[in-house]
């Protein structure tokens, strides 16, 4: 009787051992392809997409201290398909290993196929498809996305998704690329109320490109020289209903960054006109955002009013005109003067988006509903059109944290 | 401690309700309820609960009078044999086919979040003979494990919601009312069978150890549940907006959207272990009531011989629909309007037959005796 228990113990013990290889998905890493980047352009035969897929070679980079293996990086393969997702059987007529989409990171799509009425039936499919993750991100490029992936040759990451990783990572801190999570995505297009703010990048640098403010530029330029990647993450894409409309440029994406408090922004740095030089000179400023802006709305009435107050801490970096800021007056000055220009960048940028983009490209129309005793009522109201007819006030509540070192004015020779 | 063997304490029986209930807020009933009534759905498991109050307190009141007697018994004692038996008969048929879809509903969850290209039938036959082997071993056993797993299961869906709520924003549960007030107290009424399971739990009175630790275990599972579904279902309305209603099961799609940092981006197998365990639980102490339940009907005594063959009874009802769109659409809300009224209707019923019989006075003057 003992030895029949044991028996059947060891039994059910090996029963486990079977069960623990995951049946049917088993996987290997060896065996696996990971697409880092899937690129979506408009294909030329009519009803049909070009996908381009950025593949990791898992192998490389995992070695500590090198003794990796030679093989590249990355692959790279563009074709034709019906959709995404089926297209992963047909990329392994020409990749060996099995392709899993578990850590794609991102989707680029060429701004022309994202201007395409049918962009959106065609990329809903991503939440069909159970391995694409809610948290890739989808981002606009200036040219078609399988040129961009062969252009893009980073030089320090040469592992792809580390790559994407810090890029976008360090573009949303900075506020010059929005937050756009496939997640909110859907999010603003089920909404129907609000714009989506998709990044904008390109791989292509623009030939002799004008000289502007730091961060008013869009992708591609930015005149950087010397030995670098020539890919460039600055701006964003419009989308309404899912379908691109317009670009804003980096500065008016951090504006809206700003203004949003959903993204993630860690501290800007920006430069700011300085009040106390004649000439056209510019004090640098880092901006901090540690409270949430106040939303406060009056939707009663034909023009709806909304007064949006920003709290923003300031620390001055640099002094140009050299301003004793020891005096009183002096900080009050630029105190105004700072609340003035973020006020006036706001309101500016809010103007554009209701006479040029026709709505608000943040998640604005949320904090109208609690105006509303029902949806009923909030439907009747409409935000997609009110919005256009509101009175919009912002404020800033500047408070300057650090003024910066105190230097004197050096002295010259014979004084 | 003076417990008797083979009986369920307190912290056993409130452990083995939370984790049988409180598992709805990780399944699709978020999702079903935001359907309804959009962004006022959080509400709905409040209000319902309130609305099952009524019934369960009067079911226990009534319960209270047999010391150690189960659902059926009583039933069949207050309703008489033959109404008693088609009664139970009924309530027995109900929870059938509540445990077969919400296996398949488990099922469907597992294959298309985690084992993508296993069949669904080996999932579940998995599934079904692990939560058999346990309810073999006893209604002491899965009260251990319960108990064992329940902080864990706590804690690692406090910490999904947690992170979750970094992506949410507060202003999505407005406007406050919904769909309208009528509307919500109308769909609370239906959503009663959230609950239902508590109805079905009166079943193992005669093991727990004491009817005074079964009204408190309850009472306490029952306000517990209630705030985790409506919580949950909040932190998914704030975090997912009007997208909710396209996702059928919001906890994993958020688990998988939540990351630790960028250095552990993808966490969900850690929460999906523990929520498989508690999945365990939950039908494990479904099919032991389920054939405790039979065995009452019809007079067997070692009712736990019969678990086997009622797991497979209960996997083939649920094999039969082809898709999860199916169960979800067209058979769940088929038992979900059905079961919860219907015990609400039963609860009443008892106590006012009860009632009428004069079997409280009699309690009464036993007592002052």
């Known amino acids: 009787m003992q030895k029949t228990k044991t028996v059947c113990s060891l039994m059910l013990f090996f029963v486990m051992v079977i069960l623990l290889t995951g049946c049917w998905d088993r996987g290997e890493l060896e065996d696996k392809s990971y697409v880092i980047g899937l690129g979506l352009d408009r294909s030329k035969q009519e009803g049909k997409i070009k996908v381009t897929m950025l593949l990791a070679n898992p192998e490389v980079g995992s070695m500590q201290g090198g003794g990796g293996s030679t093989e590249k990086p990355r692959e790279i393969i563009s074709f034709d398909a019906n959709d995404f997702i089926a297209a992963k059987a047909t990329a392994n007529s020409v990749i060996s290993r099995s392709i899993s989409y578990d850590l794609l990171r991102i989707f680029v799509v060429s701004e022309e196929f994202a201007r395409d009425p049918m962009f959106p039936s065609t990329f809903f499919e991503v939440l069909k498809d159970k391995e694409i993750r809610l948290n890739s991100y989808l981002a606009v490029s200036k040219e078609k996305a399988a040129q961009y992936f062969l252009k893009n040759k980073p030089r320090m990451e040469t592992r792809p998704h580390k790559y994407f990783q810090f890029m976008v990572n360090h573009g949303i801190e900075n506020g010059l690329i929005p937050d756009s999570t496939l997640f909110r995505y859907f999010q603003s297009a089920e909404r129907g109320t609000d714009l989506f703010l998709a990044m904008y990048t390109t791989a292509i640098r623009e030939k002799n490109p004008k000289i502007k403010r730091e961060d008013e530029y869009m992708a591609g330029e930015l005149n950087a020289t010397g030995e670098l990647d020539d890919t460039q993450f600055i701006g964003s894409a419009v989308f309404k209903n899912g379908v691109m409309i317009d670009k804003l440029t980096g500065q008016e994406t951090r504006t809206i960054n700003i203004l949003d408090d959903t993204t993630n922004i860690k501290d800007i740095l920006v430069n700011i006109p300085d009040p106390f030089s004649s000439s056209q000179k510019q004090f640098a400023a880092r901006i901090l955002k540690t409270q949430s802006n106040k939303v406060k709305m009056n939707l009663k009435g034909i023009r709806p009013k909304i007064y949006i107050t920003i709290p923003l801490q300031f620390e001055i970096m640099s002094n140009p005109s050299r301003v004793n800021y020891r005096k009183e007056k002096n900080r009050q000055i630029l105190r105004k003067h700072i609340a003035d220009h973020i006020e006036q960048m706001n309101e500016d940028l809010l103007k554009k988006t209701q006479t040029k983009l026709k709505g608000v490209p943040y998640p604005l129309p949320l904090f109208a509903k609690k105006y509303f005793g029902t949806i009923q009522e909030y439907k009747k109201f409409n935000w997609g059109k009110s919005y256009l007819r509101a009175d919009i006030h912002v404020k800033a509540e500047i408070d300057i944290v650090n003024y910066g070192k105190q230097t004197s004015r050096p002295k010259k020779v014979g004084e | ?369």
């Open chain 2, 1 to 369: 401690m003076n417990q008797q063997p083979g009986k369920l304490g307190i912290r056993e029986f409130v452990s083995i309700a939370i984790l049988m209930v409180g598992a709805k807020a990780t399944e699709d009933t978020p999702a079903v309820l935001f359907r309804q009534v959009q962004n006022a759905a959080w509400m709905i498991p409040l209000l319902s609960a309130g609305i099952f109050f009524i019934p369960l307190f009067l079911l226990i009141k009534t319960m209270s009078l047999y010391q150690d007697k189960d659902l059926f018994s009583v039933i069949k004692k207050l309703f008489g044999k033959y109404l008693g038996f088609i009664v139970c008969l009924f309530i027995f048929i109900i929870s059938s086919f509540a445990v077969s879809y919400d296996t398949r509903t488990y099922t469907n969850i597992i294959r298309s979040f985690y084992f993508t290209t296993t069949p669904n039938l080996i999932i579940y036959v998995i599934l079904m003979v692990i939560c058999a082997y346990g309810a073999k071993k006893g209604l002491q056993h899965v009260g251990s494990v319960s108990y064992l797993i329940i902080f864990y299961a706590l804690l690692s869906l406090y910490i999904a919601l947690g992170i979750s709520t970094q992506q949410s924003n507060i202003q999505s549960m407005f406007p406050i009312w919904g769909p309208g007030q009528l509307e919500i107290i109308k769909l609370s009424s239906q959503n009663i069978t959230i609950f239902a399971d508590f109805f079905i739990l009166t079943m193992v009175i005669p093991y727990v150890t004491s009817n005074k630790v079964f009204k408190k275990g309850t009472w306490i599972a029952f306000v517990y549940v209630s705030i985790q579904i409506s919580v949950a279902t909040l932190i998914f309305i704030c975090m997912f907006d009007a997208s909710l209603a396209g996702y059928a099961y919001p906890f994993h799609i958020a688990i998988r959207f939540i990351s630790l940092g960028d250095y552990i981006p993808n966490v969900e197998i850690i929460f999906f272990i523990i929520w498989i365990m508690t999945a365990f639980i939950r039908f494990t102490a479904f099919l032991y009531i389920n054939a405790l339940m039979f065995g009452q009907l019809f007079k067997i005594k070692d009712f736990e011989y019969l678990i086997p063959s009622l797991t497979t009874i209960y996997l083939l009802i649920g094999i039969i629909p082809e898709s999860p769109i199916d169960i979800t659409l067209v058979l769940k809300p088929l038992i979900q309007n059905l079961a919860g009224p219907m015990f609400a209707v039963i609860s009443i019923t008892l106590w006012l037959v009860a009632q009428l019989k004069g079997e409280f006075k009699h309690a009464k003057n036993k007592n002052s005796m």
